[in-house]
């Protein structure tokens, strides 16, 4: 969920389905204070979520933020959606940070992924 990253840009790995993704797509307001270590807080806390995958991020010039999140099944999405910590980070999104979002949650069917050599 942070800005900018120092490790090398990949996308997150296809693994075997099923398992499900968390399409999180977002427009800011002027006024980001806090956001920033806030998103960086919860980028560590899922990680500690027993079967997140990982997560994908972009952001267009034109403001459109796209957050993607992996999980391995049902259950994890679940446990993420319901820590307390992540709950208060949603409240001040909707409060501060966000003008406008939207989330779509899906069971992947198939994925495959290609790395140049």
């Not at 942070?2 to 099923?18: G, L, N, Q, R």
């Not at 994890?76 to 910590?85: C, F, G, V």
């Amino acid at each position: 969920m942070s800005d900018h990253s120092e490790e090398p840009v990949a996308p997150v790995e296809a693994y075997e389905p099923p398992y499900y993704v968390a399409v999180f797509t977002t427009v800011r307001t002027q006024d980001q204070s806090g956001y920033g270590e806030t998103s960086a807080r919860m980028e560590e806390l899922v990680k500690d979520v027993p079967g997140f995958l990982g997560m994908d991020h972009a952001q267009t010039p034109g403001g459109l933020g796209i957050t993607v999140g992996y999980f391995r099944d049902a259950g994890a999405l679940t446990r993420w959606r319901h820590n307390a910590e992540h709950r208060a980070a949603q409240k001040r999104g909707q409060a501060e940070w966000y003008q406008s979002y939207t989330l779509h949650v899906a069971k992947v069917e198939r994925s495959h992924g290609f790395m140049r050599a």
